[in-house]
C-alpha cells in the first residue's frame, strides 16, 4: 500500500475564458509524477498550456506549507509560500509543453497529518499568470516524507523501532528522538513567518 501510495500520480486540467481587456481562452492541463516525496529530492511536473487568448502568458509553480494548531474552542492557521518558480512567456494562439522538477528543501519539516493538535501540510499551487485577469490555479496535496525514509522494493523502508501502528499513510508522527512530535512541531512552527488565521470553533 506504502509503495503504491508514492508512486499514485495526479492529474487535473482547467480552462478559462478572458473577457474585458484580454479576450479567447487559456487552458492547462497538469500532471504530477507522484503524491509523495522525500526532503531534499525533486517532484516531477508535466504541464501543457494553450494559449488562446491575445496576450502572452506565462506558467507559475508554488509550493506551499499551511499549518493547523488546534486548541479549546480555537483553530489557527498559519500558510506560507516556500518556493516560487516561473517560466518563459508563453505568446498568444501557441501550445506549450513543460517539464519541470520541482525541488523540495531538505530543511522542512515532515508532514504531519494524524496528531490531534497540529497539522503540518504542504501543497504545490500550478497556475497561469494572466494579464487583467483572475488566475486560473490547480492545487495539488502533497506528503513530505524524512530523507532517512528512502523507499525499498515493497514500499518504504521502516526506520528502527517504527511499528505498523506508527508506520501508516494516514500520517508520519512518531516520537521526538527522531520526528517531530506534536508538542516539539507546534513550537518550530509558531515561531516561523507566515499569514495566519483564527477561526473560532470547538475541537
Partial sequence: ???????????ESKDKKLK??????????????????FQGKGLKVIARIQNNSSRPIKLKYCLYRKHTFLATNKLKVITKDLLKEVGEPIPPS??????????????????IENCSI????????????????????IKFPIVILPASWVPAASGFSRPPGASDRQHNTSGWRRGCQDFRCCRCGGERASSQPGTAEAVPGSI
Avoid at 500500500?1 to 492529474?11: I, T, Y
Wanted: proline share 7%.
Fill in 1 to 11: 500500500m506504502h509503495g503504491v501510495l508514492f508512486q499514485k500520480p495526479q492529474h
Fill in 94 to 111: 501557441a501550445k506549450e509543453k513543460f517539464t519541470r522538477v520541482v525541488p523540495i528543501p531538505s530543511d522542512v519539516e515532515p508532514s
Fill in 118 to 137: 497540529i497539522k503540518v501540510e504542504y501543497g504545490l499551487r500550478v497556475y497561469l499568470d494572466v494579464k487583467f485577469a483572475s488566475d486560473p490555479e
Fill in 20 to 37: 474585458v481587456f484580454n479576450s479567447g481562452t487559456v487552458a492547462m492541463d497538469v500532471k504530477l509524477q507522484r503524491t509523495v516525496v
